[in-house]
């Protein structure tokens, strides 16, 4: 027989369970009522104060199975599951277990549950708990209190919820808002006007700062031929005439405006001379003796360094006295190639002449001659002012693009800038070096003076910038060609919209 509270497996006229300590009436049968279907038996409750168990250590020993044991597969079932365990306590003793509504109960069975058995193991070994209500003593030594109507696994808990995780979505761009056409032409059109003036003025300021550093043409001039140079191409038939009238000149009857430094120096010493006998090639070699062009080299030289430093340092003494000092070198020229004598008052003379003349031949001097604009023109020439130029006329293209938010714009604009600008340094350079094709101007002095001197000092340069000027400008224009046949596809290709 088994004992209707704890299950243990005890003697057939056993009156006491050897386990739990409950009373067996009627030996086999008595505390029992008859199995249900499914051969299990409600528990009793235990009898108050009855012992707890007879084992010290509260240890239970194995059950083995035993046939006509009133639990199907017997003992070992324990042994191969969860040890069965009531959800509730029973109303009236003898209940059959799963049969809450049994006759002669009264009671409702569990809430209207159905009981079942469970338990919970640890360390390989069962533990039990009876169906004692919360705070009465429970009697298995080695079980553990439980919940009235505790389902089989603990109390139910709601499943945490599942946490999906993806990454996150970028963030959508905006819609770039392009500016209307006409107001994008509008702006490429003025910006770009300005990127090609800050581009011409940092182009021609950077040949011309080029030139006046390098010194070509006060060293071009001192391979001049002074005396050959023709009066008439720089002057007017009006300007000659007020010359002559003022410095008693005597000019040939042929063409005189066309008459040449050295013919108008020997005409007029012949003229108040009759005994010099000087000719147009005597007059020739003194200013060559006397080095004539070098001395003006030194001139234009000052004019060089004046507009770059500011610098007159070489004209201290004034210009009359410049020149005195060049006439008195020259007068042992005169004197050896002329083979006449200058007169005893010669200096005095000279002197006289000079101060007479002093404010017109001081006004020569560049602080003289350029006062009130040198300090300008030192500023645009200087070197961080001309870089600057260079920068706002590449920016100005750029802020184009950023404002119109169209990049053919700031391709045209540019292009067409840098484009025209190469072309006007090309022209520029090809009228230095061709000065004399213009029949207007075929004079000697430009042939022999202006030409070479032009061109060296800055017709080469404006070649260099004006190619490189272009072949920029050239490429933007390109740029912009091929941005707008790359549109042209993508809008062809692209699929046609819903609406």
């Not at 429970?138 to 553990?144: E, I, V």
């Not at 000092?457 to 933007?476: H, N, R």
């Amino acid at each position: 027989m088994f004992c209707f509270n704890c299950g243990a497996q005890l003697a057939d006229n056993s009156r006491f369970c050897g386990v739990c300590g409950a009373t067996l009436s009627g030996g086999s049968q008595g505390g029992q009522q008859p199995a249900g279907q499914g051969g299990y038996f409600a528990p009793v409750p235990p009898v108050q104060g009855a012992p707890v168990s007879p084992f010290p250590d509260g240890a239970v020993p194995p059950v083995h199975d035993q046939p006509g044991a009133p639990f199907p597969g017997g003992a070992d079932r324990f042994n191969a599951g969860a040890a069965p365990q009531s959800d509730n306590s029973f109303g009236q003793p003898g209940m059959p277990f799963g049969d809450p509504n049994a006759a002669g109960s009264g009671v409702p069975f569990g809430g209207g549950q159905q009981g079942i058995f469970q338990g919970q193991p640890a360390d390989n070994a069962y533990q039990f708990s009876n169906n004692a209500a919360p705070g009465e003593p429970n009697l298995f030594q080695n079980g553990q209190q439980m919940n009235y109507g505790m389902p089989m696994g603990g109390v139910p808990q709601e499943p945490a919820p599942m946490v999906y995780s993806q990454p996150a979505a970028p963030k959508p761009k905006k819609p770039v808002k392009k500016m209307k056409l006409s107001v994008s032409v509008v702006l490429a059109v003025v910006l770009g006007l300005f990127s090609f003036i800050f581009g011409m003025y940092a182009f021609v300021g950077g040949i011309v700062r080029n030139g006046i550093a390098s010194g070509e043409l006060s060293s071009g001039i001192r391979k001049t031929e002074i005396g050959k140079i023709v009066v008439g191409d720089m002057l007017t038939r009006d300007g000659m005439a007020d010359i002559v009238e003022k410095n008693g000149l005597v000019l040939p009857d042929k063409r005189p405006e066309k008459a040449t430094i050295a013919q108008i120096a020997a005409l007029t010493v012949n003229e108040n001379l009759p005994n010099a006998d000087l000719t147009e090639d005597k007059i020739n070699q003194i200013i060559d003796k006397a080095d004539i062009s070098k001395e003006l080299s030194r001139l234009v030289k000052s004019y060089e360094e004046y507009i770059l430093t500011g610098d007159t340092r070489e004209f201290s003494d004034g210009l009359c006295e410049e020149i005195k000092q060049v006439i008195v070198r020259s007068e042992r020229y005169v004197i050896g190639i002329s083979g006449m004598k200058l007169a005893p008052d010669y200096e005095e003379q000279l002197d006289k002449v000079l101060d007479s003349e002093s404010d017109t031949i001081e006004g020569i001097l560049p602080e003289e001659a350029l006062s009130g604009v040198s300090g300008v023109l030192g500023f645009v020439l200087s070197p961080v002012v001309l870089v600057v130029a260079l920068v706002l006329s590449v920016l100005l293209i750029l802020l184009v693009w950023v404002i119109t938010k169209r990049v053919p714009a700031a391709f045209i604009s540019g292009g067409a800038a840098y484009t025209v600008i190469g072309a006007l340094l090309i022209v520029a350079s090809v009228f230095a070096s061709n000065l004399t094709m213009f029949s207007a101007i075929d004079y000697t002095v430009v042939e022999k003076l202006l030409t070479p001197l032009v061109y060296n000092a800055f017709g080469m340069s404006m070649l260099y910038s004006g190619l490189i000027t272009l072949g920029a400008g050239v490429i933007l224009v390109a740029l912009f060609i091929v941005f707008k046949v790359l549109q042209k596809k993508r809008a062809g290709t692209a699929p046609a919209s819903a609406d």
